[in-house]
C-alpha cells in the first residue's frame, strides 16, 4: 500500500466494528459491543478526538485517540490514549500519519506539547515515536483500585 493512498478522518459511532480488532492487536481484546460504548463515549467527551487511517478500498487499518489534559500543577498537554496500525499494514506510513494528524489537532486547539504513555517493553514503539520527535520524558508506576474503598 502507498502512502498516498491512506485517507485520515475523524472516526464516528459506525467505525467502532472495525477499530475492535484493532484493539485485540494492541493487546486488549475488547467486543464490538464494549467498543461501540466506549468509542461513543469518547466522540461524546468535549477535548478528545478519535482519527482513522482508511485504506482507498474504506478498510480502516489504524487509529489514534488525542485528548487535551489539563492540571493543576502544569500547563495544557495533548496526550495519545491509544494508537495502533494493523499488523499487516505497518510500515507504510499510517501510524506517522495518524500521529502527525492528532499533532495537527492538538495545536490548532491550543496544545503545545503531545505526550504518550507507553510501555515500557514496547520498544518498538519507542523507537517509532522518537522517529516522529517524542523525546524520553519520565517513568512511571499506575496504580488503581475501585472507586469505592472496600468494595
Ligand atoms: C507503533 C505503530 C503504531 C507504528 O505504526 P506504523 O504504521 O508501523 O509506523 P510507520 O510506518 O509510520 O513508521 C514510521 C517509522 O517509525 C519507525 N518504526 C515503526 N515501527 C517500528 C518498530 N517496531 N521498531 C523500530 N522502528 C519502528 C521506523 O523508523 C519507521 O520508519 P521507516 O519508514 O523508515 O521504517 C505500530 O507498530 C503499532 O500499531 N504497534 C502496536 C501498537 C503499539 O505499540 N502502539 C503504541 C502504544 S504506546
Known amino acids: 500500500m502507498g502512502k498516498t493512498d491512506l485517507v485520515i478522518r475523524a472516526a464516528t459511532s459506525r ?3 472495525a477499530i475492535s480488532p484493532l484493539i485485540a492487536d494492541l493487546g486488549y481484546p475488547a467486543t464490538p459491543a464494549e467498543t461501540t460504548a466506549r468509542l461513543d463515549r469518547v466522540l461524546g467527551t ?7 487511517a482508511e485504506s482507498h ?7 489514534v485517540h488525542v485528548f487535551g489534559a489539563v492540571r493543576v500543577e502544569s ?3 495533548a496526550e495519545l490514549g491509544g494508537l495502533v ?5 505497518r ?9 502527525n494528524a492528532a499533532g495537527t489537532w492538538a495545536s490548532v486547539n491550543g496544545f503545545s506539547k503531545l505526550r504518550i504513555r507507553s510501555r515500557t517493553e514496547r520498544s518498538g514503539a519507542h523507537a517509532f515515536f522518537e522517529s516522529l520527535g517524542f ?3 519520565k517513568n512511571q508506576k499506575i496504580f488503581e483500585r475501585p472507586t469505592k ?3
Open 15 to 17: 467505525d467502532a466494528q
Open 46 to 52: 468535549p477535548g478528545h478526538r478519535v482519527l482513522v
Open 57 to 63: 478500498d474504506k478498510k480502516i487499518i489504524g487509529w
Open 75 to 77: 500547563d495544557p498537554f
Open 85 to 89: 496500525v494493523a499488523k499487516k499494514f
Open 91 to 99: 510500515g507504510c506510513g499510517a501510524g506517522t500519519r495518524l500521529v
Open 135 to 137: 523525546a524520553f520524558f
Open 149 to 151: 474503598e472496600n468494595s
